[in-house]
């Protein structure tokens, strides 16, 4: 009887296992237990993918034989494409090539633009040289978009979501980058590193400023301009106008042009003026701020690496948590940047949205010139009351013309009052997007990028790239507050050791009272 009821056990635990194996391959469940949640598709890809209209095929050209290193690599791809399936459904097609099967197929490649990578690999005490390909191509009717080597799981989510955007628009979106020239005293950098990365999901036109008749925001999503210098009226109008129809500018404008010499020089011009009109003044002041970035200065033949009050360190804590543009960066640094002044929010049904401050820790240096070396920089933070300051802004319209009342064109298309629709994105630097920068901060180019979708895409792809961002800076905190934890943490471990004595001692005095009680005084 009991051996009977063993196997009929046996029996009805194999069946169970059967069931629930059956049901788990149909229904998977997977739990992502990362900080970032990487291997979870975002709601704006999620978007994406269910806005598709016909097929995309994902073609992974991995080599099959990879050295164990860049094992977790694949099955990382691996899942994530699955997700992506199983959002899309029969609207992915996954196909998986091993590049390396023939001689044919690695010149297709290669053609491709997928280029074989070389590494050293260690394997059964011998190093030898293995060429591999970790390549990955988007195709969508006659178009297709090739990632060439796919690096991080964590970046792959937002190279495919920019792909299938790109396969699958009819029409890229424009955007009209305002050209300025290189006798601008402001414009000490290039763009080329963020114009790349634009490149690849816009189509990126140069007004040139004796030619505007192009710029219209049917056909450029938004205007870029990194330029506070002064301009012509004509050009200026153009922009204003370009507004007024319901555009959207995104203005870096720098108050204050830094000399060789260490000295910051203000700038006053017709640009500044008008969006102080349009509601965001730059403010003629510097921010210096205790939480700040590292720079490097030359001393001779040796380089310092010193903390920097002229460059504030923006962090999470101090940005709009509401707004999609900046609730999921970690940290922006804007180097000798100006604070905005905002119009009052009942100026005309306005809204105005402050996308960060400045630290609690924050101060600033007014004058026409200031001297901005790293000792006079903390001299002037240790010194100066500080001020909380609004870093980063967006604008939504109505906007009144700068050119309104006695400057009023002629031209009966005129617009003296734009819609809605219009929008500024306001910070007071343009340096913080420039190539140098980029190259230490490249952090930076999220918001900037994050500011560009924004305009001329929505959501889509900003909640996506910010889960990219692995910088964790520490939090600044006041000196009582850093007193009270130093203290703390010095008397934490005494007291722990007078805690467990005082357990230790009434525990003993408790079993001695009951042997007392049990066997009588002794």
Same mark, same amino acid.
């Given at each position: 009887?009991?051996?009977?009821?063993?196997?009929?056990?046996?029996?009805?635990?194999?069946?169970?296992?059967?069931?629930?194996?059956?049901?788990?391959?149909?229904?998977?469940?997977?739990?992502?237990?990362?900080?970032?949640?990487?291997?979870?598709?975002?709601?704006?890809?999620?978007?994406?993918?269910?806005?598709?209209?016909?097929?995309?095929?994902?073609?992974?050209?991995?080599?099959?034989?990879?050295?164990?290193?860049?094992?977790?690599?694949?099955?990382?791809?691996?899942?994530?494409?699955?997700?992506?399936?199983?959002?899309?459904?029969?609207?992915?097609?996954?196909?998986?090539?091993? /590049?390396?099967?023939?001689?044919?197929?690695?010149?297709?490649?290669?053609?491709?633009?997928? /280029?074989?990578?070389?590494?050293?690999?260690?394997?059964?005490?011998?190093?030898?040289?293995?060429?591999?390909?970790?390549?990955?191509?988007?195709?969508?009717?006659?178009?297709?978009?090739?990632?060439?080597?796919?690096?991080?799981?964590?970046?792959?989510?937002?190279?495919?979501?920019?792909?299938?955007?790109?396969?699958?628009?009819?029409?890229? /979106?424009?955007?009209?980058?305002?050209?300025?020239?290189?006798?601008?005293?402001?414009?000490?950098?290039?763009?080329?590193?963020?114009?790349?990365?634009?490149?690849?999901?816009?189509?990126?036109?140069?007004?040139?400023?004796?030619?505007?008749?192009?710029?219209?925001?049917?056909?450029?999503?938004?205007?870029?301009?990194?330029?506070?210098?002064? +301009?012509?009226?004509?050009?200026?109008?153009?922009?204003?106008?370009?507004?007024?129809?319901?555009?959207?500018?995104?203005?870096?404008?720098?108050?204050?042009?830094?000399?060789?010499?260490?000295?910051?020089?203000?700038?006053?011009?017709?640009?500044?003026?008008?969006?102080?009109?349009?509601?965001?003044?730059?403010?003629?002041?510097?921010?210096?701020?205790?939480?700040?970035?590292?720079?490097?200065?030359?001393?001779?033949?040796?380089?310092?690496?010193?903390?920097?009050?002229?460059?504030?360190?923006?962090?999470?804590?101090?940005?709009?948590?509401?707004?999609?543009?900046?609730?999921?960066?970690?940290?922006?640094?804007?180097?000798?940047?100006?604070?905005?002044?905002?119009?009052?929010?009942?100026?005309?049904?306005?809204?105005?949205?402050?996308?960060?401050?400045?630290?609690?820790?924050?101060?600033?240096?007014?004058?026409?010139?200031?001297?901005?070396? /790293?000792?006079?920089?903390?001299?002037?933070?240790?010194?100066?009351?500080?001020?909380?300051?609004?870093?980063?802004?967006?604008?939504?319209?109505?906007?009144?013309?700068?050119?309104?009342?006695?400057?009023?064109?002629?031209?009966?298309?005129?617009?003296?009052?734009?819609?809605?629709?219009?929008?500024?994105?306001?910070?007071?630097?343009?340096?913080?997007?420039?190539?140098?920068?980029?190259?230490?901060?490249?952090?930076?180019?999220?918001?900037?990028?994050?500011?560009?979708?924004?305009?001329?895409?929505?959501?889509?792809?900003?909640?996506?790239?910010?889960?990219?961002?692995?910088?964790?800076?520490?939090?600044?905190?006041?000196?009582?507050?850093?007193?009270?934890?130093?203290?703390?943490?010095?008397?934490?471990?005494?007291?722990?050791?007078?805690?467990?004595?005082?357990?230790?001692?009434?525990?003993?005095?408790?079993?001695?009272? +009951?042997?007392?009680?049990?066997?009588?005084?002794?």
């Amino acid at each position: 009887m009991k051996r009977s009821n063993a196997i009929i056990t046996t029996i009805a635990v194999i069946i169970a296992l059967f069931v629930i194996n059956f049901m788990a391959a149909r229904h998977p469940l997977r739990l992502d237990l990362t900080e970032n949640r990487i291997y979870t598709l975002s709601d704006s890809t999620k978007k994406i993918l269910k806005g598709l209209h016909d097929v995309v095929t994902i073609r992974i050209y991995f080599t099959e034989s990879l050295p164990p290193s860049l094992q977790m690599l694949r099955r990382s791809v691996e899942d994530i494409i699955a997700e992506f399936k199983s959002v899309a459904g029969k609207n992915i097609q996954v196909e998986f090539i091993n /590049p390396s099967r023939s001689l044919m197929e690695e010149q297709s490649v290669m053609m491709m633009g997928i /280029p074989p990578l070389t590494l050293n690999v260690v394997e059964r005490d011998k190093q030898e040289v293995a060429k591999i390909y970790l390549g990955m191509a988007v195709l969508y009717g006659d178009t297709q978009q090739i990632i060439p080597v796919v690096k991080r799981p964590e970046s792959l989510e937002y190279e495919l979501a920019e792909a299938i955007i790109k396969v699958s628009s009819e029409q890229l /979106p424009g955007l009209a980058w305002w050209k300025t020239g290189s006798e601008d005293v402001g414009e000490q950098d290039s763009f080329n590193f963020i114009k790349h990365a634009l490149s690849g999901r816009y189509r990126l036109d140069e007004i040139a400023a004796d030619d505007v008749s192009g710029l219209f925001p049917d056909t450029h999503a938004a205007l870029i301009l990194t330029s506070s210098n002064a +301009m012509p009226e004509a050009e200026l109008m153009a922009i204003d106008q370009y507004l007024m129809n319901g555009g959207r500018v995104i203005a870096l404008l720098d108050r204050y042009a830094i000399t060789p010499s260490m000295t910051a020089v203000v700038l006053r011009s017709n640009v500044l003026d008008a969006f102080a009109h349009y509601g965001a003044r730059v403010s003629e002041a510097l921010v210096l701020d205790q939480s700040n970035a590292v720079a490097s200065f030359s001393g001779g033949p040796v380089t310092y690496h010193l903390p920097y009050a002229f460059w504030p360190d923006i962090r999470n804590s101090y940005m709009n948590s509401a707004s999609p543009l900046v609730s999921d960066l970690e940290t922006v640094v804007l180097p000798w940047t100006s604070p905005l002044v905002l119009a009052d929010k009942d100026n005309g049904g306005l809204e105005e949205d402050v996308l960060a401050t400045s630290s609690p820790f924050s101060t600033l240096k007014t004058g026409e010139s200031i001297q901005i070396d /790293p000792q006079g920089a903390g001299e002037s933070l240790a010194s100066s009351e500080r001020k909380q300051s609004v870093m980063i802004a967006m604008l939504s319209g109505p906007f009144d013309s700068y050119f309104a009342g006695e400057k009023r064109s002629k031209d009966p298309l005129f617009k003296t009052q734009s819609g809605p629709l219009a929008k500024i994105f306001i910070v007071g630097s343009a340096r913080w997007a420039g190539d140098s920068f980029l190259q230490n901060f490249p952090a930076n180019a999220a918001l900037f990028e994050n500011a560009v979708d924004s305009f001329a895409m929505g959501d889509f792809l900003i909640g996506i790239r910010s889960r990219e961002s692995s910088s964790k800076p520490l939090e600044i905190i006041s000196d009582a507050s850093r007193l009270a934890v130093k203290y703390i943490n010095l008397a934490f471990g005494p007291v722990i050791i007078a805690m467990i004595g005082i357990l230790v001692f009434m525990r003993r005095r408790s079993r001695k009272n +009951m042997l007392k009680f049990k066997y009588g005084k002794i």
